[in-house]
């Protein structure tokens, strides 16, 4: 049984930074893709970043919103994907959600394509 297990979330100042882990269990993912997704209140679950696995070549793509401040990065021997957030701003207040996608997917932007999902960790940036 796959688990995808986020920690890290927390309450920041704006301007802080926050470190994400997501622990995958179950199965091994180094040559999957992995995610982070993230929903606010009333808006739809949006792509952050990705980090392709062996199968793609390991690339990081990353919304507009977020890069140059996030940084994805993954330890295959600990089976983890981690989310570096500097520069937070109230506007990255979200729920941040872990996604693994099966071998072989062609988009890591596209929510559709991820059939592993964590629980979701809380991010809250204070003005």
């Known amino acids: 049984q796959v688990q995808l297990v986020e920690s890290g979330g927390g309450l920041v100042q704006a301007g802080g930074s926050l470190r994400l882990s997501c622990a995958a269990s179950?199965?091994?993912?180094?040559?999957?893709?992995m995610g982070w997704f993230r929903q606010a209140p009333g808006k739809e679950r949006e792509f952050v970043a990705a980090?392709?696995?062996?199968?793609?070549?390991?690339?990081?793509y990353y919304a507009d919103s977020v890069r140059g401040r996030f940084t994805i990065s993954r330890d295959n021997a600990k089976n983890t994907v981690y989310l570096q957030m500097d520069s937070l701003q109230p506007e990255d207040t979200a729920v941040y959600y872990c996604?693994?996608?099966?071998?072989?997917?062609?988009?890591?932007?596209?929510?559709?394509?991820?059939?592993?999902w964590g629980q979701g960790t809380q991010v809250t940036v204070s003005s």
């Open positions: 980090a392709t696995g062996s199968w793609n070549g390991y690339s990081s």
């Open positions: 179950g199965r091994t993912f180094s040559s999957n893709t």
């Open positions: 996604a693994a996608q099966r071998r072989g997917s062609i988009d890591p932007r596209a929510l559709a394509e991820y059939p592993y």
